[in-house]
């Protein structure tokens, strides 16, 4: 099932009930704003099917800042590590943005998404890891159950840095790994800007950072952002 279609106006069916039923589960808001890659980005290539989608520029971890947050999940001023996997829309740097939180999220996309942190989010030191971390995200949430970088929905075509075949090994490896471990999944919705994904430690933030991603997995109409804003494919 792919999900990156989610916000455009035909999505499928099993999307939109998995839509729905994390909505029951929402909780409070977070504002957040974006500030930077951290520990680096590296430039890549990207296709998507569905939605239809090219994008070449920067891949890797966000660095974001919780501000006045409604939910007390989040510290205020406490700093968000976050990840894009909204092909649909985008974000700026220097700007903040309101989310609803989601808790509660299960299914095949989290589970796999859960063992990606479990297994690997401590490899994620380096521009390269950054962008293969990235990478691997996007093939979970908007590609096929094969998790092929190189086919299917969603495609990596080129990176720098080895990203891709560092993610496409990361990938292979989740059919083994095992979804236990210190992370947990929460999403953080938007129809305004991309989609997040946060994970935490037992329900709690890490020591001076959650980790938070951006997805495509909320309702609403596809649209762009103006020219200045960091594409929905970071």
Same mark, same amino acid.
């Given at each position: 099932?792919?999900?990156?279609?989610?916000?455009?106006?035909?999505?499928?069916?099993?999307?939109?009930?998995?839509?729905?039923?994390?909505?029951?589960?929402?909780?409070?808001?977070?504002?957040?704003?974006?500030?930077?890659?951290?520990?680096?980005?590296?430039?890549?290539?990207?296709?998507?099917?569905?939605?239809?989608?090219?994008? &070449? %520029?920067? !891949?890797?971890?966000?660095?974001?800042?919780?501000?006045?947050?409604?939910?007390?999940?989040? =510290?205020? @001023? #406490?700093?968000?590590?976050?990840?894009?996997?909204?092909?649909?829309?985008?974000?700026?740097?220097?700007?903040?943005?309101?989310?609803?939180?989601?808790?509660?999220?299960?299914?095949?996309?989290?589970?796999?998404?859960?063992?990606?942190?479990?297994?690997?989010?401590?490899?994620?030191?380096?521009?390269?890891?950054?962008?293969?971390?990235?990478?691997?995200?996007?093939?979970?949430?908007?590609?096929?159950?094969?998790?092929?970088?190189?086919?299917?929905?969603?495609?990596?075509?080129?990176? &720098? %840095?080895? !990203?891709?075949?560092?993610?496409?090994?990361?990938?292979?490896?989740?059919?083994?790994?095992? =979804?236990? @471990? #210190?992370?947990?999944?929460?999403?953080?919705?938007?129809?305004?800007?991309?989609?997040?994904?946060?994970?935490?430690?037992?329900?709690?933030?890490?020591?001076?950072?959650?980790?938070?991603?951006?997805?495509?997995?909320?309702?609403?109409?596809?649209?762009?952002?103006?020219?200045?804003?960091?594409?929905?494919?970071?």
């Amino acid at each position: 099932m792919q999900f990156f279609s989610m916000k455009t106006v035909s999505v499928a069916l099993g999307s939109v009930a998995l839509a729905c039923a994390a909505m029951s589960v929402q909780a409070e808001q977070v504002k957040v704003h974006f500030d930077n890659f951290t520990p680096g980005y590296e430039n890549v290539n990207i296709t998507s099917l569905s939605p239809a989608v090219t994008y &070449g %520029g920067r !891949a890797g971890q966000f660095q974001t800042t919780v501000v006045n947050p409604m939910d007390s999940t989040f =510290a205020n @001023g #406490s700093t968000l590590l976050t990840w894009c996997v909204d092909l649909v829309q985008g974000v700026s740097f220097g700007t903040s943005y309101v989310y609803d939180v989601v808790r509660g999220l299960t299914g095949t996309v989290y589970d796999n998404l859960t063992k990606l942190f479990n297994n690997h989010y401590a490899d994620v030191t380096t521009a390269a890891t950054s962008a293969a971390m990235q990478l691997a995200i996007w093939e979970i949430v908007g590609g096929d159950t094969t998790l092929n970088l190189s086919a299917g929905n969603f495609k990596a075509n080129s990176a &720098g %840095g080895g !990203a891709i075949g560092i993610a496409q090994g990361w990938l292979d490896g989740l059919s083994t790994d095992t =979804a236990k @471990g #210190s992370y947990s999944i929460i999403r953080l919705n938007s129809t305004t800007a991309q989609d997040q994904i946060t994970a935490v430690v037992n329900a709690v933030p890490l020591p001076g950072a959650a980790l938070m991603f951006l997805s495509a997995l909320g309702l609403g109409l596809a649209r762009r952002k103006a020219t200045g804003s960091e594409p929905a494919a970071a």
